[in-house]
């Protein structure tokens, strides 16, 4: 069982900067893909990124060059590092790890709003 703890969401202005992080259980890099999804008010929940065991990185293009996707060995993390933030961002946003077909867990998510 692998448990996820997102942390990190609140409240920025346009253009402003969030790092959110997610604490993972266990040896979770080494064997599932992870990824940051997020949900805004009456949408459906959407991909943002991923990160494989191997370390290839996806991004949605609506955040490529603003956030970025890494790991945070020592604790053992997931981290979205996000820049130049819009108030289309407004979101809760999810951390996700899963083995296609197999595995599948989610976080509790963490609210993220841009706002002036």
């Known amino acids: 069982q692998v448990q996820l703890v997102e942390s990190g969401g609140g409240l920025v202005q346009p253009g402003g900067s969030l790092r959110l992080s997610c604490a993972a259980s266990?040896?979770?890099?080494?064997?599932?893909?992870m990824g940051w999804y997020r949900q805004a008010p009456g949408k459906e929940r959407e991909f943002v990124a991923s990160r494989t065991s191997a370390g290839n990185r996806v991004y949605a293009d609506s955040v490529k060059g603003r956030f970025t996707i890494s790991r945070d060995n020592a604790k053992n993390a997931l981290i979205l590092q996000m820049n130049t933030l819009k108030p289309e961002d407004t979101a809760v946003y999810y951390c996700?790890?899963?083995?296609?077909?197999?595995?599948?867990?989610w976080g509790q998510g963490t609210q993220v709003t841009v706002s002036s």
């Open positions: 996700r790890a899963w083995t296609p077909g197999q595995y599948d867990y």
């Open positions: 266990g040896s979770v890099f080494s064997t599932y893909v």
